[in-house]
């Protein structure tokens, strides 16, 4: 009989550093794709309070601790690092979204020079794009979510099986990035 190994997504993989730039994996816990029915809205960010969250906004997150309420598109969120409270079972539709993503960090003053160099829209903070804000764009090719966790820190989640592919785009930008320092 087969003996399987459990391995995180980029295992082997990561961290990186080059130049101002680190890259590492994150092992957030459970993800669960949080999608109110309709008119429910209110009563599903009623119910993440239990977990000192809210649903966030368009492009926004919401943070306690090590869990995340994070945007990922119209009607839908992510509720990242905590199980869904009881509240929302018959009020939302509920994913188990956590072996399907691939979470890693980018950090350090080079972040956003990385970041421009392939994902297309402006990142910088000085154009709005804060600790908090969440975008649902590409890097290169892949689809990402990728959400500011602090002033010179990005979380990237894209799918699990591009975990590779993403960790090599990554560190060819970081790389660039680091040789014109």
């Given at each position: 009989?087969?003996?399987?190994?459990?391995?995180?997504?980029?295992?082997?993989?990561?961290?990186?550093?080059?130049?101002?730039?680190?890259?590492?994996?994150?092992?957030?816990?459970?993800?669960?794709?949080?999608?109110?029915?309709?008119?429910?809205?209110?009563?599903?960010?009623?119910?993440?309070?239990?977990?000192?969250?809210?649903?966030?906004g368009p492009n926004r997150s919401v943070t306690k601790g090590a869990?995340?309420?994070?945007?990922?598109?119209?009607?839908?969120?992510?509720?990242?690092?905590?199980?869904?409270?009881?509240?929302?079972?018959?009020?939302?539709?509920?994913?188990?979204?956590?072996?399907?993503?691939?979470?890693?960090?980018?950090?350090?003053?080079?972040?956003?020079?990385?970041?421009?160099?392939?994902?297309?829209?402006?990142?910088?903070?000085?154009?709005?794009?804060?600790?908090?804000?969440?975008?649902?764009?590409?890097?290169?090719?892949?689809?990402?979510?990728?959400?500011?966790?602090?002033?010179?820190?990005?979380?990237?989640?894209?799918?699990?099986?591009?975990?590779?592919?993403?960790?090599?785009?990554?560190?060819?930008?970081?790389?660039?990035?680091?040789?014109?320092?």
């Amino acid at each position: 009989m087969a003996s399987l190994i459990e391995k995180t997504p980029a295992a082997g993989l990561t961290p990186l550093s080059r130049g101002d730039a680190v890259l590492t994996e994150v092992l957030p816990g459970p993800i669960t794709a949080i999608m109110p029915y309709g008119g429910k809205d209110r009563a599903v960010a009623s119910a993440l309070k239990a977990l000192g969250l809210g649903l966030p906004g368009p492009n926004r997150s919401v943070t306690k601790g090590a869990a995340a309420c994070v945007w990922t598109g119209r009607g839908q969120a992510f509720l990242i690092g905590a199980e869904p409270p009881d509240g929302l079972a018959g009020i939302a539709a509920l994913t188990d979204q956590s072996d399907a993503w691939v979470v890693l960090r980018l950090a350090g003053p080079a972040a956003e020079a990385v970041l421009a160099r392939l994902v297309p829209i402006d990142l910088r903070a000085a154009t709005g794009f804060r600790t908090g804000a969440v975008a649902r764009t590409l890097l290169g090719h892949m689809p990402l979510v990728i959400r500011r966790t602090a002033a010179a820190e990005f979380e990237l989640m894209t799918f699990r099986s591009m975990a590779a592919h993403a960790v090599h785009e990554l560190d060819v930008a970081m790389t660039a990035v680091a040789a014109r320092g």
